[in-house]
């Protein structure tokens, strides 16, 4: 390798992406006007756009992916009501409690199975009678891809099914959809625009992260129905969530979906590149990624070394989340060079000949 190709493998997140020449131009040559008094053309296309991609009458632009979730939440329920959410889902999890803190909505969390999906028959246990005792269960909140994994798509219909025949609404959150469509039709011979509207519009609003494998510096899309995305967009506001000029962000965002859905295959290929070069290393236990997400567990005596190896890893310039578990994301701005450097370290560190 030569020194000048040598760089940063940056593994940690996909939202560690920089905006590439050509969507800094899409950028900079965006019309814009006040987003507030709905005057901004560029964000007005990009939620225009995604909503009719996806199967929805409407959409909202909005700074964050926990935001996106935060008005679906608030949108779909009232306070004393509650959405059925799995133990380890962004929503419920990483978001602070908002949903509970700003609007009075309790989770009722469920373990996830092996898969990432909510077992069909503890959603059907968990949704509460109608009882004095009890919250009114009104929402279902899916994340898909979960943990790099894709719901199995009978397994979306069958909850969201299952959901609908109950009374309750449901919401994916979608972070990574275009991940999940992107290995969907791999695995149909398909097309993943075709994929992401065929899981979105199994639900009754959707989020999806402009800022994640899509590329851009910020930026999530909520679509639902136009009464849905109303609501959504006065919790947005109480939020201080409504932007003016930010046409510059959603050029981005329109950009990355016209130019960043499909090149996730290669995010994909790259993840299963670097899953195979750590078979065989002992110490390490590799699950086969199904997207652009793999987890590396360090078992045995390995993990006895587990920050050792960090510290090894941030000596090679490998940026990766984790300790005894370790999570390497693939995105736009790593290449089969940085693969090759994060496996040239690992093997250096377990002595791989
Ligand atoms: C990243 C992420 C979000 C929201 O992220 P922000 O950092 O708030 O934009 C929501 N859900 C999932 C599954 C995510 O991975």
Known sequence: MTLSSYKIADFRSDTVTCPTPPMREAMMSAAVGDDVFGDDPTVNALQ????????????????????????????????????????????????????AVFGSVQPQPLEHQADGTLALAEID???????AHFAITRLLALENTFGGKVLPFAYVQQATQLAKSRGLVSHLDGARLFNAAVAQAAGNGTDAYLEARRIARCFDSVSVCLSKGLGTPAGSVLCGSRALISKAHR???????????????????IYALDHHVERLAQDHALARQFAEGLAGVDGLAVAAPQTNIVFVDLIGPAREKSAEFMAFLKSRDVLVLGLYRLRFVMHLDVDAAGVEQALAAIHAFFKVA
Do not use: W
């Open 48 to 99: 225009d756009k995604l909503a009719a991609m996806l199967g929805f009458e409407a959409a909202l632009f909005v700074p964050t992916g926990t935001m996106s979730n935060f008005c679906a939440i608030l949108s779909h329920c009232q306070r004393g009501e509650e959405y059925i959410v799995g133990q380890h889902a962004h929503c419920y999890r990483m978001e602070g409690g908002g949903a």
């Open 125 to 131: 246990a968990a949704i509460k009678p109608d009882d």
């Open 235 to 253: 919790i947005r506001k109480m939020a201080g969530g409504g932007m003016r000029q930010v046409g510059f962000l959603a050029a981005a965002g």
